[in-house]
């Protein structure tokens, strides 16, 4: 996911009624998503026909509501991590070995080695 993804992908997250969203059963083909005390009806989640799982719809939507925010601000923080492990690799320093001056990896620098191999 690039940036402009996961923005744009917030943006829709903000924009829905807030969360938690539940789903419960609301006609014989149709689970209802709900949100609160269950007065406000967020949508219909009809069953697929091939769906072991009758509710599984349902069900998905009212757990992406919570689960997409919370992957998103993981993607953005692991997306950081690894900005700052490629500039270690560059040469300016090792997380590993930074106390090491003359070279930016020791000798024996599993993480060094794990990188560069292919």
């Known amino acids: 996911m690039n940036q402009q993804e996961i923005d744009e992908s917030k943006a829709i ?3 829905a009624t807030p969360g938690p969203w539940y789903s419960e059963p609301y006609t014989e083909r149709a689970d209802g998503i ?11 989640a009809y069953y697929g026909v091939e769906q ?4 599984a719809n349902g ?3 009212a757990h992406a509501r919570t689960a997409l925010p919370k ?9 950081g991590l690894l900005k700052r492990l490629e500039h270690c690799f560059a040469g300016i320093c090792c997380p590993m070995c930074y106390e090491h ?5 020791m ?4 993480l060094a080695e794990a990188i560069h191999q292919e």
């Open 101 to 105: 001056e003359d070279d930016p990896h």
């Open 13 to 15: 997250c903000e924009a």
């Open 59 to 61: 069900i998905f939507i």
């Open 34 to 44: 709900w949100h609160g005390d269950g007065m406000a009806c967020i949508g219909l």
């Open 71 to 79: 992957a998103l601000d993981e993607i953005e923080k692991l997306k």
């Open 107 to 110: 000798e024996d620098c599993e």
């Open 52 to 55: 072991k799982t009758p509710q």
